[in-house]
Structures are given as structure tokens and as C-alpha cells.
């Protein structure tokens, strides 16, 4: 059974950091994308943060690119979202999700397994 599992969100302040963790599992975690999404109230889910688990390769949105790094650790075939500088407009449900073949990114469309998400606000 393939499971994605968050953990990490919760409440900051601007200026704040949270580092988010997705454990994954019941699939084979090497040479796919896995791909941070978010999604405020009222608004598209959009692609924050994606790597290639083969090559390490990243892609981030232009809103987060300096500030949050997407990394790995494929012995534990976790992902990680290192948030740094966070703004009031990061607020969103954060999802993990894991596609086979990694066309573009930070498409969500793609994307076939999915996290439940986890819960980021940042207050001004």
C-alpha cells in the first residue's frame, strides 16, 4: 500500500522556519519526482518544490526559490522542505506527492500519490 506521510507543518510567524518531513512508502522511492504542493483557502493547489530522486535534480516556484530547499534521504525514502523566510502568503495545506515519470515538475496533474497534507499558517 503506498503511503505519503507529512509531518512538520504548524504556526510561525513572518520571518519564521519550518521544516516539513514526507515518509514514504509501498512503492519504489528511486527515480521518480516527488513534489511539494500547497494550497490556501480559495485558491489552486500549486507546485512549491520538486526533486528527482535519481539525480537529486531540484526545481523550485519562483515564490520560494531562496528560501525553501527541497532535499532527501534516500536511505529513509523521505523528502524534506526546509522553509526559511516564511511570509504570511506560505499559509496553505502542504502536500507530499510521488509521480513515475517526471515530465513537469511542478505540475500537480502528474502527480499520482498524494499525502493527507499538513497545516502551515504564518501570521504577520
Known amino acids: 500500500q503506498v503511503q505519503l506521510v507529512e509531518s512538520g507543518g504548524g504556526s510561525v510567524q513572518a520571518g519564521g522556519s519550518l521544516r516539513l518531513s514526507c515518509a514514504a512508502s509501498g512503492f519504489t522511492y528511486s527515480n521518480r519526482c516527488m513534489g511539494w504542493f500547497r494550497q490556501a483557502p480559495g485558491k489552486e493547489r500549486e507546485g512549491v518544490a520538486a526533486i528527482r530522486t535519481g539525480s537529486g535534480t531540484t526545481y523550485y516556484a519562483v515564490s520560494v526559490k531562496g528560501r525553501f530547499t527541497i532535499s532527501q534521504d534516500n536511505a529513509k525514502n523521505t523528502v524534506y522542505l526546509q522553509m526559511n523566510s516564511l511570509k504570511p502568503d506560505d499559509t496553505g495545506m502542504y502536500y507530499c506527492?510521488?509521480?513515475?515519470?517526471?515530465?513537469?515538475?511542478?505540475?500537480?496533474?502528474?502527480?499520482?500519490?498524494w499525502g493527507q497534507g499538513t497545516q502551515v499558517t504564518v501570521s504577520s
Open positions: 506527492a510521488a509521480v513515475s515519470i517526471c515530465f513537469s515538475p511542478l505540475s500537480s496533474s502528474p502527480y499520482n500519490y
